[in-house]
């Protein structure tokens, strides 16, 4: 039985050369001062299973944490998701967030540039800038990180079916401004599976969209070594009503399903495994939540190890960026949000993220004003530095029904796992039209309940004496779309037609030959192709798909 | 005789969140509507000619990208030049309190924000459809 000793000599001390304790008192109000980590042997009991289902911080299965000193060392990422209008607005509300304490940035595109449409595309009219930043080229790319060090922030950008596009702008504005590839960190969501799921920014159909997404596994790995290329999400598969079992489930089947595909093509597990990351939700059940961070990290950990050979510890590893629940908040007394949003983010951090986005208050009502946004940031920063969770590492393990709850929660999510499995994967089980129904049901099911006021929310279906309250609103100014029509027929007009020919036409040649596309998009990027252009060669090689109207 | 009253539930533009646009389509449904859910990314266009063909009594739109003032003046606009404003238009989605006002001048007959009870649009439609067959002399 391995002592807690011996971890606090190895995989502590390791970790810590890396990356020292914080320079904080690691001290109780009533100065007492905890140490890293606590397990059965500091209360006496036994626990036969303890190595097996919980290990220690750092270790596997990583139950307790994927780094050995976690945020005695280091917190979590405070990630902010941002942007809405045009380029140079979401530059400015960028340069504010990292001035006001955020240490990565997250952009939010449009939905034009999310569906692949340029923004003066007759399909865009009505959506530039909405909900999110407007890129519809290289143009835009350079201005959104106008002045930002790109060596010295990582950056998360929200994309999935252009998401090879947009990844190859970021590197494009890279190289121009002579930062190293091998330096950049950060995330591209590419995650094109939940998107069929739930989110539905699909623009091709399932096989050739994970083409895609793989060639990123291989590409990314050997050019920009430290970028994470996939961000399985969960976040979006809850938001649309599923249970948080099946969030757990589905979003780790995702994440075999992508292996299994890199595998396929030959490449080498421990070579793009270690740079899978994931993103889930966090939702109101404080309990269920923190388990889900728990049980997500063992099963990863084991499936990786043992059913598909990793050898890596580092592919092990179940590293996630989470995000409070949208969908929890409440257009009813929005400032009751704040408080969802401290107890879903305290679920987070007990349950080990690696990194957090805080939902604003005023997100049932509209996009966030920099004054809801900046509250959602301080809720974090009070988390992290005022309430003593960071004292120790994984506070919760050992408490019975958290252990128990882990436990239950990765049962269940494994049922499924092996009911996808026995379906044929998931993309058989998209096609069968299964997390259509069960994602109706399982919404339909809440809703129901919370008519039936089995289910209390507070200022919703209880408590709901309004007290009256004007939320200032975050308007986007209806000048973008015009601001942005300018700009593409500017770039239009001075790009060298020539290299943009040929790149698209390179682009279009690895797309039939079915070779990686990165470096024709990486190219397109540099002489200035437009998003629209780059996926409509795709959509004319791979077609689009529809999926089916169902209730 | 009771007719039945005949809804289309859309999506119009981009947006691909459609819990609620489901969850809503399967509370009429289950109140005893006739349902028609169009599925994502419907042009106003297609909205329209669905809600003629289809003779429905009501279109109800949802709308999270914030584009709603963009997809509710089109439908508006295009079943007003077809000869068919007296389909009701109601809605819901992200949509600010500023906006709501500007939705009623429009016609919008009802704008429902999160929260609302799938109850509280089976009541709307079932007072307000009604009224509709009545001032027609339909009922």
């Keep these: 039985m391995r002592k807690k000793h011996d971890w606090l000599r190895e995989t502590y001390q390791k970790s810590l050369e890396k990356m020292p304790e914080r320079p904080v008192a690691h001290r109780t109000l009533s100065d007492i001062a905890p140490e890293p980590l606590y397990t059965p042997e500091d209360i006496g009991v036994l626990d036969p299973e303890y190595e097996e289902k919980r290990g220690y911080p750092g270790e596997y299965p990583y139950t307790r944490g994927v780094y050995g000193s976690m945020y005695r060392s280091k917190l979590w990422t405070m990630r902010m998701f941002a942007g809405f209008g045009t380029a140079e607005q979401t530059n400015e509300r960028f340069k504010k967030l990292l001035k006001a304490g955020q240490t990565g940035l997250s952009v939010a595109f449009d939905l034009p540039t999310l569906m692949g449409y340029d923004s003066d595309h007759p399909l865009s009219k009505g959506e530039v800038g909405k909900c999110g930043v407007a890129v519809s080229s290289l143009a835009d790319m350079e201005i959104l990180f106008e002045g930002i060090n790109l060596e010295e922030v990582t950056t998360s950008m929200t994309i999935n079916s252009p998401a090879n596009a947009i990844w190859a702008m970021y590197l494009a504005v890279a190289k121009k401004k002579g930062y190293d590839w091998k330096k950049l960190g950060g995330t591209i969501q590419n995650d094109i599976l939940k998107e069929f799921i739930a989110q539905k920014e699909f623009i091709f159909p399932p096989e050739p969209s994970v083409k895609l997404v793989i060639d990123t596994f291989e590409w990314g790995p050997k050019n920009v070594p430290k970028w994470n290329f996939i961000s399985v999400s969960g976040y979006h598969i809850r938001e649309a009503g599923s249970t948080a079992v099946q969030e757990l489930a589905w979003t780790l089947a995702d994440g075999f399903e992508y292996v299994e595909a890199a595998l396929k093509r030959g490449l080498d597990v421990d070579e793009f495994a270690p740079r899978i990351s994931f993103f889930f939700d966090v939702h109101n059940d404080f309990f269920e939540e923190i388990a889900k961070f728990r049980a997500a990290r063992r099963i990863w950990a084991k499936e990786m190890r043992y059913r598909y050979k990793a050898k890596n510890p580092q592919s092990w590893m179940l590293r996630t960026h989470a995000q409070t629940a949208g969908v929890s908040l409440t257009a009813q007394q929005p400032l009751n949000n704040i408080a969802r949003v401290a107890i879903q983010a305290l679920a987070a951090v007990l349950g080990g993220t690696n990194s957090l986005h805080t939902d604003a208050y005023d997100e049932a009502l509209a996009l966030p004003t920099e004054e809801s946004a900046t509250i959602a940031l301080r809720t974090q920063q009070i988390i992290a530095y005022e309430s003593g969770v960071t004292h120790t590492i994984d506070p919760l393990a050992g408490s019975y029904y958290v252990e128990w709850l882990t436990d239950e929660m990765e049962r269940q999510a494994m049922a499924i796992i092996e009911e996808i499995r026995r379906m044929g994967g998931v993309v058989r089980a998209i096609e069968e039209g299964y997390f259509l129904r069960e994602l109706a049901e399982a919404s339909y099911r809440y809703q129901q309940e919370v008519e039936r006021k089995e289910r209390i929310i507070v200022g919703v279906n209880a408590f709901t004496d309004e007290i009256p309250l004007k939320v200032p609103i975050q308007l986007v100014d209806p000048e973008v779309e015009r601001v942005q029509a300018e700009r593409l027929a500017r770039v239009r007009r001075e790009r060298d037609p020539k290299r943009v020919e040929e790149a698209l036409a390179g682009l279009r040649r690895a797309a039939v030959e079915g070779q990686n596309t990165m470096p024709h998009f990486v190219e397109c990027a540099l002489a200035y192709c437009t998003l629209g252009e780059m996926m409509d060669v795709l959509r004319e090689v791979y077609g689009t798909y529809q999926e089916p109207a169902y209730v | ?139």
């Excluded at chain 2, 949802?62 to 238009?89: C, N, P, T």
């Design chain 2, 1 to 139: 005789m009771d007719r039945r009253i005949r809804v289309l539930i859309a999506k119009p533009g981009l947006d691909g969140h459609d819990r609620g646009a489901k969850v809503v389509a399967r509370a009429l449904r289950d109140a005893g509507m006739e349902v028609i859910y169009t599925g994502l990314r419907q042009t106003p266009e297609m909205i329209v000619s669905a809600a003629i063909q289809e003779d429905v009594d009501a279109i109800g739109l949802s709308i999270l990208s914030g584009a709603h003032m963009h997809y509710f003046r089109e439908v508006k606009r295009l079943l007003e030049e077809q000869g068919a404003s007296d389909i009701l238009v109601f809605g819901g989605g992200i949509i600010p309190d500023e906006d709501v006002p500007k939705l009623q001048e429009l016609g919008v007959a009802a704008v429902f924000g999160p929260g609302t009870s799938t109850q509280e649009i089976v009541d709307f439609l079932k007072r307000a459809v009604p009224e509709r067959w009545q001032a027609q002399g339909l009922a």
